[in-house]
């Protein structure tokens, strides 16, 4: 794999640094890897183009705002990133703006602190003395949304945020980002879905910043990229199986329910098959009943799942540009991904997180 195959240059103006006033007038890239046919038009529009037995599954995981202020015992200031897709039990990792050491605290308030308790390079672990409820009840107190580096001059406000960087339907917090793909829909679109018998199923996979970092020699070598927690409800993932053997066609709405079902799909087949192939697999069940998985899905790659995905523009020599490029050749796509982002660049499509997006059939 050459990750260089994975670069191309992005002008300032096609970097988004808010979304579109309503959601779902980003604009809409369609690409029929079938009849090797481009259509540009409106989000609003997405229904007009999924197949019609088909369904969708979204993730409904909830950024919390984690990235705050705090005080050192000395008195200093310090901005910490709470990694709160990675608790176990009282610990996580965070990631600071200055220097820390092993043994101090750093404290959100008079009541509550974390105890610094290792390092790894700029990443230091630490243990909290309140539960998680409480803990998330403080970020939504004083927090900021965790947006990414390229997004650190959008004019939006803290409560604008908090508003605009969360899915319509987010439910389960836990996200140190967002599911962007998602960002797009409205009520008024869902209500379009629905007259056209677009059911929606939910499942929930916790972002981690991980999502943002660039590959390296090391995940190329293990063929595995950061952990991320995902939960599927045993009930809905068997009727999403039910529906693929119906022969309904599956909408992936991001890369991180592509992620989240391929993970299971690829776990469920080794339960079944009692064979023991961990270094493929997903790891086994938490305590929490969340799942993690390490899978670094990039070409070539048998997709079990997923039928049709929706997805954003996505940063050069990122994981996640080797997997939609993995689903295009997948479905034997005439067209590479990078000539596919250039032309959406010469027609002012918008990128990354706030930006638009890439319906591929």
Known sequence: MNVSNYSYFLPEKNLALEPAVSRDTSKLFVYDTKN???VLDRFYNLHKYLPKDSFMVMNNTKVLPARVIMKKESGGKVEALILVNEIIKNTLPIIV???ITVGEKIYFDDKHFLEILSQNKNIFEVRFSFTKKILFSILEKYGMMPIPPYLKKSPLSREELLKKYQTIFAK???SSAAPTASLHFTD?????LDRDGISRLFITLHVG???FAPINEENIKRKKL???????????FETINSLKKE????????TTVVRTLESKARY??????KQNTKEDLPSPHMENSFEKTDLFIFPPYDFKMVDVLITNFHLPKSSLMMLVDAFLRYKGAKKELVELYNIAIKNDFRFYSFGDAMLIL
């Open 188 to 192: 008024k679109l869902f209500r379009k």
């Open 247 to 254: 022969g309904k066609k599956l909408v992936a709405v991001g």
């Open 226 to 236: 950061h952990e991320e927690y995902f939960e599927i409800d045993e009930n809905i």
């Open 209 to 211: 910043m991980g999502t």
């Open 36 to 38: 090797d046919q481009i």
């Open 97 to 99: 703006d200055r220097r």
């Open 268 to 273: 469920q087949r080794y339960l079944n098959k």
């Open 172 to 174: 389960n917090s836990g």
